[in-house]
């Protein structure tokens, strides 16, 4: 059976890359999701190959449509370095939000 492929807009992959983004950050998992996906660049292949064995994983944070849309986005490794920025940046606004909250109580 042939694999279907399908194009994704700009602005579903800015809606998806935050998405993982902030479940990443939320789950303090950020430092290391970026090594993961640093690693994982020159074999962004086998990566996708990855989340497809990881599928039950991955399923309970994504609905089935999103799920198959990260699998195609995540084969261009532009949108891991994407997915990177976005992670480091949200990861940033969390250590701000906390560091107002420290500064506040004193």
């Known amino acids: 059976m042939a694999e279907v492929k399908f194009e994704i807009t700009e602005e579903r992959k800015k809606i998806l890359i935050n998405k993982i983004a ?3 950050v939320d789950l303090r998992l950020s430092p290391v999701a970026i090594v993961f996906l640093e690693s994982s660049k020159p ?4 990566g996708n190959q990855l989340m497809i064995f990881m ?3 991955y399923r ?3 609905t089935y449509q ?7 986005m995540l084969e261009d490794r532009n949108n891991i370095e994407k997915l990177i920025c976005e992670i480091e940046h949200l990861e940033e606004e969390w ?3 906390k560091r107002a909250e420290k500064n506040s109580r004193h």
């Open 22 to 24: 902030r479940r990443v």
């Open 43 to 46: 074999l962004t292949f086998l």
């Open 55 to 57: 599928q039950p994983f």
């Open 60 to 62: 309970a944070f994504f």
């Open 66 to 72: 999103e799920y198959e849309e990260i699998a195609v």
């Open 95 to 97: 250590h701000e939000h």
